[in-house]
């Protein structure tokens, strides 16, 4: 999550200093938070897809920073964090639990469009690179983390409340199915894991999500 945050925060000073040289504000840096919801054949338990339905939701943030090329056309950076829980038994008799967090950063592409002068909609899109790691919460430590390629894409509504500001809310959807690798730590013991493709961590996710935007 550390390097996460210090990518964005780097590129959003790097558009700061492009920003400086700009007459118009050409630099858009957004937050927004809220509730990631688990769809389809998502599994995000590191034992395996019989425990995959003890996983539903969680809590999402989402860090952006774009510069617009034009009034319609921006390009920029996304970053993301999810984390949930897992609380239940394993083969009926064992108690497990754990916390996840996924982290996901990727460039974007985004498209603008005004409805009325301080209402827009836009249309991001971005192919990136996925994190997963678990950490159980149990007597017998176990760590197990991953990564993927995923995609996302959001559609998001805006109002502009003051002439920097604006509110922000819509849905995003990420995807990723490519966690053919499981690194997994027992009690400091260290080992790799190729699970089968039908076996494997993957995600599909929706979160819907409130924030604010800020532009200079």
């Excluded at 760590?143 to 995003?172: P, Q």
Aim: proline letters at 1%; aromatic letters at 10%; a positive charge.
């Amino acid at each position: 999550m550390k390097r996460l945050l210090i990518c964005v925060f780097l590129f959003i000073i790097a558009l700061s200093a492009i920003a400086q040289n700009e007459s118009v504000q050409r630099i858009l840096v957004s937050a927004e938070a809220g509730k990631g919801i688990l769809i389809g054949k998502t599994n995000l338990s590191p034992l395996g897809v019989d425990y995959r339905n003890e996983y539903s939701s969680g809590y999402s943030l989402n860090v952006k920073a774009l510069y617009l090329l034009d009034k319609q056309i921006g390009v920029g950076l996304k970053g993301n964090i999810f984390c949930t829980t897992g609380n239940y038994l394993i083969d009926g008799e064992t108690k497990y639990a754990d916390d996840i967090e996924i982290s996901y950063i990727a460039p974007q592409l985004e498209i603008r469009r005004h409805l009325k002068k301080t209402f827009l909609i836009s249309l991001t899109c971005g192919i990136g690179y996925m994190h997963y790691k678990s950490v159980s919460a149990n007597e017998i430590k176990m760590k197990t983390t991953s990564n993927s390629y995923a995609v996302n894409m959001d559609f998001m509504f805006e109002y502009e409340m003051l002439k920097r500001l604006s509110l922000r809310g819509g849905i995003s959807c990420l995807a990723a199915n490519n966690f053919n690798k499981n690194r997994i730590t027992i009690n400091n013991e260290k080992s790799t894991v190729k699970p089968e493709k039908w076996n494997r961590i993957q995600m599909y996710r929706i979160d819907c999500l409130l924030g604010l935007v800020y532009s200079f």
